[in-house]
């Protein structure tokens, strides 16, 4: 079993639509879930950030942890065309990070 | 500028060649990660040292080595064990954990 899993996509959504995005994981030891979103061949650029259960927003952007469930998502409201990419959420603990396999999103006008 | 440089951009390995990829940074960070991404995949990690002189292995470590003998530099070889070697490589260092990840750019890695 991978530590962490995501959905691959693709995911296809018209312009202003919600988005939601996932990630289940198995290592209980995580503390730390990050967001990261990648344009085709290029270093991914961290979006959000969150160590506790709860919700954090940044924008049009809401990061969501329920540790008990071992779950994350990203949603992204009002989405744009300039949104497509490939999301990777990502965690952490004792050094060690890992990535999910990414969500590829488009966002059609 | 501060920041984390790759080289080179575009690398090609023979058959059974070794070939080394350089990851350097000037952002004083004490972690380093090596991560092999395929297309239409994730990142994967390969090794992750946080402190100089000190390594471990990632998930995906057969078939690679690393060394850590400089706090800026982590380089990466791809030995010829590995028999499956084109992929896209992206250096990554920060402070520590909980602090924000930078990456390289990225080398392509192709085999001839």
């Known amino acids: 079993q991978k530590e962490v899993e995501q959905d691959p996509g693709p995911l296809s959504v018209p312009e202003g639509a919600i988005v939601s995005l996932n990630c289940t994981y198995s290592?209980?030891?995580?503390?730390?879930f990050m967001w990261y979103r990648q344009y085709s061949r290029k270093g991914p650029e961290l979006l959000m950030y969150t160590y506790s259960s709860g919700n954090k927003e940044d924008g049009r952007f809401t990061a969501q942890v329920d540790k008990s469930s071992k779950y994350i998502s990203l949603f992204i409201r009002d989405s744009q065309p300039s949104d497509s990419a490939t999301y990777l959420c990502?965690?952490?603990?004792?050094?060690?990070?890992?990535f999910g396999q990414g969500t590829e999103l488009s966002v059609k006008p | 500028d501060g920041g984390i440089t790759q080289s080179p951009k575009y690398l090609f390995r023979k058959e059974g060649q070794n070939v080394t990829l350089s990851c350097e940074q000037n952002l004083n960070h004490d972690a380093m990660y090596w991560y092999r991404q395929d297309p239409g995949q994730g990142l994967r990690l390969i090794y992750y040292?946080?402190?100089?002189?000190?390594?471990q292995k990632g998930d995906i470590a057969e078939g690679y080595s690393v060394s850590r003998e400089k706090k800026e530099s982590f380089p990466l070889t791809v030995t010829s064990a590995q028999k499956n070697p084109t992929a896209f490589y992206l250096c990554a260092s920060r402070k520590g954990e909980g602090e924000k990840l930078f990456f390289g750019s990225g080398t392509q890695l192709s085999v001839l």
């Open positions: 040292s946080q402190i100089v002189n000190d390594f």
């Open positions: 290592n209980s030891a995580f503390q730390y």
């Open positions: 990502a965690m952490s603990a004792y050094g060690k990070l890992i």
